[in-house]
């Protein structure tokens, strides 16, 4: 798994020095990057928490700042892919005037702020699971819509697209 974070970071490090001037290619990789975040976040509490716990003995101090740590970590990613998705869904369809991106985006953004700012920050294996099943279910209410959205963005794209070599690029995008 620290292989597949290692790579998610080196795929938005790629994308971002292949063409940083293209808007949805600075959000890919954002998406590429906070996905490897995530990862991480599951290798930080499955491996490394774990390994301090049962062979270390650490500090109760210092294993409870390292779960609010995995808890931050994990809510960022929880609350920012989906926001990242719809935007490069959008960017890459280029449906949004120039004067009116700034808006758009911060009005996307709300649903993200308050649902970091209401749910419980703490790590998953520390919620009860009422916790985290009320946990899920809110974050549910925006996200799916959000990643609803920005799928059929991408496929409109595709099926928007007259060109074959940009169309089967596009569909490698989708894909």
């Excluded at 911060?106 to 702020?113: C, G, K």
């Amino acid at each position: 798994m620290i292989i597949v974070c290692i790579l998610l970071w080196i795929l938005a490090f790629i994308i971002i020095i292949k063409d940083y001037k293209t808007e949805s290619t600075r959000w890919m990789a954002a998406i590429a990057f906070l996905t490897g975040l995530g990862a991480f976040s599951v290798v930080f509490e499955d491996n490394i928490i774990k390994y301090f716990i049962n062979e270390n003995g650490a500090d109760s101090k210092i294993i409870k700042l390292m779960y609010s740590s995995n808890g931050i970590l994990a809510a960022m990613v929880h609350c920012l892919a989906p926001y990242c998705m719809l935007i490069y869904g959008m960017s890459y369809l280029n449906i949004i005037s120039k004067s009116k991106k700034r808006i758009i985006y911060i009005v996307l953004f709300i649903p993200a702020i308050i649902s970091f700012i209401i749910l419980p920050v703490k790590s998953n294996s520390l919620k009860t699971p009422e916790e985290l099943m009320l946990y899920f279910r809110q974050l549910t209410l925006w996200t799916v819509p959000y990643m609803i959205a920005a799928i059929y963005l991408l496929v409109y794209s595709y099926v928007k697209e007259k060109s074959y070599l940009i169309k089967k690029y596009k569909f490698g995008v989708i894909y």
